[in-house]
């Protein structure tokens, strides 16, 4: 293990951690660079339990001494003071240990859709945050894939791997190339499609499926929701009933009340 003390956060041996929080140069470069960033012990476990490869790793000297005992050599491990580290990645780590690991190959949809019975499909998603908990929630609640449109936000920014606290990294996951071309495709191999929106005119708990049912959740972007074309391929357009006069829930919620209500459905018909 290699442990390297760095007191220039310009070095550019950090460049593959430069500007974190810039959304638009880390959309650009990452999937072009092939890599994905780990912040945190417990993400970064689950990134190594995945079996994916770690490039370099990043950390002040509270964690760097951990970092080494758990990373796999020759990865570099840069040590940095707490302030260089804010500076080089423009936010305070504070787990204290960022790690970049290499990029998993693609997922093609076809292959997910052969293999998967429970899918999350997310329309034009642009906040990271609720990919990344969708993500999570879909794990967690019995669904075995999420695919994701083709200006969706991207499953393995920092956010969406911190916010789905590794989970994104077990999930199987796609990106669609043919949109909505790939709702149909899966309603042609006997997916039913679930289209959830504030304005479905059937709710979500009328639903009935049986175990040997395969499904589709679709979810859309966080303003206006939707679009006309999926909501026209799908088998099913339902909706959560709302009181209070609150017509609607965040997305990432609302996903989580689907896939649970979905889980809980197949329970009880076993």
Excluded at 119 to 133: A, I, P
Excluded at 139 to 164: E, H, N, Q, W
């Amino acid at each position: 293990m290699t442990l390297i003390q760095i007191d220039d956060p310009g070095d550019p041996r950090l460049d593959r951690f430069l500007r974190l929080t810039d959304m638009k140069l880390r959309a650009a470069r990452e999937p072009v660079e092939g890599i994905f960033i780990a912040e945190g012990r417990l993400v970064i476990d689950r990134a190594l339990k995945a079996g994916l490869e770690p490039l370099a790793a990043v950390a002040t000297s509270k964690w760097a001494v951990s970092a080494q005992a758990e990373l796999p050599a020759p990865v570099p491990i840069y040590e940095l003071a707490e302030s260089d580290l804010r500076e080089l990645t423009g936010f305070r780590v504070h787990r204290g240990a960022l790690v970049a690991f290499r990029r998993p190959a693609q997922l093609a949809v076809s292959s997910l859709l052969s293999s998967a019975r429970r899918v999350v499909v997310l329309e034009d998603l642009v906040d990271h945050t609720n990919v990344g908990t969708i993500a999570r929630s879909a794990a967690g609640l019995g669904f075995d894939g999420m695919i994701v449109s083709p200006s969706c936000a991207d499953p393995l920014y920092r956010r969406s791997v911190k916010t789905s606290m590794g989970a994104v990294l077990s999930l199987p996951w796609s990106r669609a190339t043919d949109w909505p071309g790939d709702i149909a495709a899966a309603r042609e191999i006997g997916f039913s499609v679930v289209a959830l929106s504030p304005t479905g005119d059937v709710p979500l708990s009328a639903l009935c499926f049986t175990p040997s049912d395969r499904v589709a959740l679709v979810l859309g972007t966080e303003g206006a929701g939707l679009s006309s074309a999926v909501q026209t391929l799908a088998t099913h357009v339902v909706s959560i009933p709302m009181d209070g006069g609150v017509d609607s829930l965040n997305v990432a919620v609302a996903a989580g009340i689907a896939c649970y209500a979905l889980r809980q459905q197949l329970s009880e018909a076993n």
